[in-house]
Nanobody, 122 residues
Framework: QVQLVESGGGLVQAGGSLRLSCAAS????????MGWFRQAPGKEREFVAG????????RYADSVKGRFTISRDNAKNTVYLQMNSLKPEDTAVYYC???????????????WGQGAQVTVSS
């Protein structure tokens, strides 16, 4: 069992930056691919970024490529999402997720966090 807790959300102006953190409990954090999803009001939840167990492979949604960076620190059981050049359309609740591999993470995550609100003002 893995429990995920997000932090770092907030309000930022367009063009600004935020870093989300996701702290995982349990001793098997380094056995999971990790990722971030988001859900904007009235829209379905969508995949944002994923990172392999080793941290050597990443996958990003086209809408965030070049602006967002996912990383992990297995010693701290934490995954991060650095978000730069934020746009109003990035406004959403951001969820941390864990899965066996990146492909499985993107389709059927095993674990979810509770979500963190990110609001980008124009």
């Amino acid at each position: 069992q893995v429990q995920l807790v997000e932090s770092g959300g907030g309000l930022v102006q367009a063009g600004g930056s935020l870093r989300l953190s996701c702290a995982a409990s349990g001793r098997t954090f380094d056995s999971y691919a990790m990722g971030w999803f988001r859900q904007a009001p009235g829209k379905e939840r969508e995949f944002v970024a994923g990172l392999s167990v080793s941290g050597g492979r990443t996958r990003y949604a086209d809408s965030v490529k070049g602006r967002f960076t996912i990383s992990r620190d297995n010693a701290k059981n934490t995954v991060y999402l650095q978000m730069n050049s934020l746009k109003p359309e990035d406004t959403a609740v951001y969820y941390c997720a864990a899965g066996a591999t990146i492909p499985l993470l993107t389709s059927t995550p095993q674990y979810w966090g509770q979500g963190a609100q990110v609001t980008v003002s124009s």
